[in-house]
């Protein structure tokens, strides 16, 4: 950063130069380098940003018909923004994440909202270890969830016993929809995180259903769980 100092030829400067640009500051003008550029991108990241770009494509699609049913659905699923619960989400933004969700999760995009009711409780979950090839599995406690609904789960790496739930740091599990209850993580952990969780390790969790044959969508249910 350097200081201007003008002459009787030139009084005032403003633009920019290469990777410089001129700004008015508290002690008058300077000359400083522009902010680099952030980080670019992760694979991950991008590939989530194309869904997007489908669902909205998507939405931009749908006839005025259509878009009047998801907002209409909205009074149904009772569904409000996260900072006011008293301001009911709109349709728009609700089409959005559902079929976000859906894509993420291999499935098609959902044109017309379903109105029936997901259950009153939503299932739990642990994570169940086996001594079979030091193999650990997610254990969803409800009948085949792959036939009535999904969820989307994120761990964290390895957390100290007794620390408290960190949102920071939580990555997405990337499980593919089956009509089962048990889904192997041993593998799936390895390649986000890059070693092998073992038995009694504790993690931070969050997971979120939805519906599969309806377009009701849960609250984020997180806290700490041990592998066990």
């Known amino acids: 950063m350097a200081r201007i100092k003008y002459a009787s030829i030139v009084s005032s400067v403003?633009?920019?130069v290469g990777s410089?640009?001129?700004q008015k500051g508290l002690y008058g003008d300077i000359l400083r380098n522009k902010p680099r550029p952030r980080r670019s991108a992760s694979e991950s990241q991008l590939a989530r940003r194309a869904l997007m770009m489908r669902v909205h494509g998507y939405w931009s699609a749908l006839t005025?018909?259509?878009?009047?049913?998801?907002?209409?659905?909205?009074?149904?699923?009772?569904?409000?923004i996260r900072r006011d619960r008293a301001v009911l989400q709109s349709g728009h933004s609700y089409f959005l994440k559902y079929n976000y969700m859906r894509l993420l999760t291999g499935q098609a995009i959902l044109s017309a909202p379903l109105y029936t009711l997901l259950a009153v409780d939503f299932p739990a979950?642990?994570?169940?270890?086996?001594?079979f090839e030091n193999?650990?599995?997610?254990?969803?406690?409800?009948?085949?969830?792959?036939?009535?609904?999904?969820?989307i789960l994120k761990l964290s790496s390895k957390i100290p016993v007794g620390?408290?739930?960190?949102?920071?740091?939580?990555?997405?599990?990337?499980?593919?929809?089956d009509d089962d209850s048990s889904f192997a993580m041993r593998d799936i952990?390895?390649?986000i995180f890059g070693y092998y969780l073992q038995d009694n390790d504790w993690v931070s969790f969050e997971i979120q259903y939805f519906g599969i044959t309806n377009t009701m969508i849960s609250g984020r249910?997180?806290?700490?769980?041990?592998?066990k």
Request: charged fraction near 10%.
């Open 163 to 177: 620390q408290s739930f960190k949102k920071s740091g939580l990555r997405y599990m990337p499980i593919v929809v």
């Open 135 to 151: 193999e650990w599995n997610l254990v969803i406690n409800a009948t085949a969830p792959g036939t009535a609904l999904w969820f």
């Open 20 to 22: 410089a640009t001129f």
């Open 221 to 227: 249910y997180t806290g700490t769980v041990q592998l």
């Open 125 to 131: 979950f642990s994570l169940s270890w086996s001594d």
């Open 14 to 16: 403003s633009g920019s």
């Open 189 to 191: 952990y390895y390649n």
């Open 64 to 80: 005025s018909a259509q878009r009047t049913q998801w907002n209409q659905f909205i009074a149904f699923a009772n569904t409000t």
